[in-house]
Structures are given as C-alpha cells and as structure tokens.
C-alpha cells in the first residue's frame, strides 16, 4: 500500500543526489544599459546557470571559472542584483556570485558608476546616494528584456546584496529613507571616521532633485557589513521585507554599534543577524592569489584564527538557502515541466 511513496521518495533522493553531484555552470554575461542618472552606458557582469565549458579568465586582476556568455540553463531562476562599496568592484565578491550561479540564481552585478575601483569622481554626492539604488532598478529592468538572461527568469520577487556601501543602497531600495543630518550628527561625534566622515558629513548637493525611491520588484536583501548609519527606527519603517545580514565583530572601516548592529535591532522584520567573532570589514572580499596580496596586502590580510574560506563556504551556503526561501527555489526545466503539465490539464 506505501510502494507508491516509497518509490517516489526513492526518485526524489536520487534527484537531488544528481543536482548536489553535478551543479550548473556558471556563465559570465558583459551587460551595458543606461545609467539612470546622466543616461550614460554603465556596465554590469551577469553569472548565471549555464550550459558549456568553464574556463579560467582574468578580469581586473580577479580570477574567475565561467563560461562567457554561453547558454543559459533550461529552467525558471531568481534574479538577484549585487551592490559594491564604495570606489569597490564587483568582482571582489565573484566567489559569491559564482556559487549562487551554481546554485540556480541569476546574479547581476553593477559597477556603480562614479563610485567604483577606477572612477571616483561621485564619491560623497547626492547623486551616489541617491543615483546606486536607480541603478539596481535599471539593472533588474535591464536583466528582465535581456535576450540570454529574461527568458530563465522567473516572475516572482528580486533579491539584492548589499557589501558595505551596498549595504546602504539595498536598504534605500527597500524604503529606507537617509537621515542626512544623522550622518552630519555623527561625523561631529566621532569626525576621525575617515571612511563615513570623508566630506564632513555633508554630502554635496549636485543633483538635488534626486530623492530616494523604492523598487516594489524587491522582496529579500542579503548584507555584509553594511553602512547604515543614516537610518533611523523611523527611516526603517517602510523596509518589509526579510533580511539576512553579516558583520564582523572586529569591522576596522565601519562602527559596529552605529551600522550592522543598530540597523539589526532597528529593522521592523526582525534579520537574520550574524555576528561574525575576529573578522574584519575586508572579510567578505575574495581571497587573495599571490598578485593581490602584493598589490593590496590591506584587504588580503584577516586576524588570526579567522578562516575566510570557511566563513565564504558559509555565505554561499546559507545566502542561498535564504533566498530560496525568500524568494522561492531555482526550478530547472525537469520540474517546470513537470509542474506545468497539471496546468494544461486545468485548462
């Protein structure tokens, strides 16, 4: 009488068995759109599931394993976007971005123009502040008519990471309102901040007409050591949406107790908040090859007794497990199919 269930948790074992022993591919896509703020062409690295043959590439001095722009995985996949720090790059978290691609996430990743490695030129201005979350809107947008990616991906919610400055830019996205005399208040208190305090605490006002907007496509944010000091209980109000968010107990950029730590008990859906003994602000980056460490020993370097691949075999786990849940599970073109066929039979 059981022998029909029984089978099928058999054939549901080995499934799964399968995807764990034979993960997808992770392909790289060059996306080019228009920068929100001034219409420019801003560019954006897109790892997603894909069919073909990885391979080692270099770019901007990251290593990388993927399959330039081959094609994509049949199936329906979550879409996240991915948000830099400050004058940062994308790719500093590429073992992030890769692994959610195997995993079955589309993962696009912007370089924030004028606040990237190699253009610092709106750093400390309204329109950064303002200009990264239109950014990640215009991404989301860019990614839904692209001709590789839009096909595969599903019609459910977005989900967005934030690193550091990203941090900041996820929250605006989800309707978080900056507090900029927060931000004036807090560089009179402690003005050796050289990071948050780099213009005094007084943004430049080159595009006033710029406000923060939120995007209703947004349904989850993942942080890691986020900048959040301009929010408020009040300014948090409208963010409903569920969040994962890391820190290290030991940020030497960041003021723990004015960021990652105010914003967890401030949220009004309670985070999943992860506190992180020993690491460092530069934990969350990838790790070093010989060449980096030369050329930029500072963000290589963790305390020790902190293991940055394991805390990176953690993150890529557990940020996929969190999205899943939030924004529901990859679903490859076997169970699409499957789940379609009742579908028909309604109609």
Request: hydrophobic fraction near 45%; include cysteine.
């Amino acid at each position: 009488m059981n022998t029909p269930r029984c089978l099928l948790a058999l054939l549901l074992g080995c499934l799964l068995g399968n995807a764990e022993a034979a993960p997808w591919v992770t392909g790289l896509h060059h996306m080019t759109f228009a920068d929100p703020v001034d219409a420019r062409p801003m560019q954006a690295l897109a790892f997603y599931p894909a069919q073909g043959t990885p391979r080692s590439i270099r770019i901007d001095g990251y290593p990388l394993d993927v399959a330039e722009e081959a094609p994509a995985a049949l199936g329906q996949f979550p879409l996240l976007v991915l948000s830099h720090g400050n004058t940062g790059s994308p790719l500093a978290l590429h073992y992030l971005a890769t692994a959610l691609a195997r995993r079955g996430f589309v993962v696009v990743a912007v370089v924030h123009p004028g606040d990237n490695a190699r253009d610092h030129s709106r750093l400390g201005t309204l329109s950064n502040l303002y200009g990264r979350p239109l950014q990640l809107s215009a991404a989301i947008t860019a990614a839904r008519a692209d001709k590789l990616l839009g096909p595969y991906l599903n019609a459910g919610k977005v989900g967005v990471i934030g690193y550091s400055a990203g941090g900041e830019t996820a929250l605006i996205l989800t309707g978080a309102q900056p507090d900029l005399d927060r931000l004036r208040q807090y560089c009179l208190e402690r003005p050796n901040d050289a990071d948050a305090c780099k213009t005094h605490g007084v943004l430049i006002a080159d595009r006033s007409e710029l406000t923060p907007k939120a995007d209703p496509r947004v349904g989850a944010v993942m942080l890691m050591a986020p900048l959040s000091l301009m929010f408020g209980r009040h300014a948090l109000a409208s963010v409903q949406v569920p969040a994962l968010i890391y820190s290290g107990d030991s940020d030497q950029l960041l003021a723990l107790d004015r960021n990652a730590e105010a914003l967890a008990r401030k949220l009004p859906v309670t985070p999943d908040y992860r506190l992180l003994a020993g690491a460092g602000h530069f934990v969350f980056m990838a790790r070093c090859d010989e060449e980096q460490w030369a050329r930029m020993p500072a963000l290589c370097k963790d305390a020790e007794g902190v293991d940055r691949r394991h805390i990176h075999h953690s993150l890529q786990r557990d940020t996929a497990t969190f999205f899943s849940q939030a924004l529901g599970a990859p679903e490859p073109a076997e169970r699409s199919a499957a789940t379609a066929a009742p579908r028909q039979q309604q109609r």
